[in-house]
């Protein structure tokens, strides 16, 4: 494929796709105890292919088993976890996840792949 084709869009075509709400992270406040406590805006509803990730790469991704992660791929600009930075969050089939990895492809490609983990 070339680069700037958008393999992704042409995926979603013939696998379908999924609706989750997308929260931007906006930024970090202090609360009343001394945390800090991270704010989100409106949740935007967006789609793509949200597939669940197979226990047997837990390992090579470096994941705890005692959790559950969802990939997904969408056409849409999102932050990971970073130093001094909460990173986005979504939320899928009644359960909230924060973006923890990406593989950003949305300068070449438009499209982006996020490795999320449940919020308990």
């Known amino acids: 494929m070339i680069p700037g084709s ?3 869009k042409t995926a ?3 696998i379908g796709q999924q609706s989750f709400q997308f929260y931007k992270f906006t930024g970090r406040t202090t609360n009343a ?3 800090d406590q991270s704010s989100f805006a409106s949740p935007v509803t967006l789609k793509g292919s949200i597939q669940a990730m197979s226990r047997s790469i ?3 991704y470096g994941l705890d088993l005692e959790k559950n992660y969802i990939l997904i791929y969408a056409s849409f600009q999102a ?3 970073d130093r001094d930075y909460s990173g986005d ?3 899928w089939n009644g359960k909230r996840y ?3 990895s990406e593989a950003d492809w949305y ?3 438009g499209w982006n792949s996020v490795i999320c983990v449940e919020i308990p």
């Open 33 to 35: 105890l001394g945390y």
């Open 107 to 109: 300068v070449v490609d």
């Open 12 to 14: 979603l075509s013939v």
């Open 89 to 91: 969050q979504v939320s």
């Open 6 to 8: 958008n393999i992704l």
């Open 98 to 100: 924060q973006l923890i």
């Open 79 to 81: 932050v990971d976890l």
């Open 58 to 60: 837990y390992h090579e």
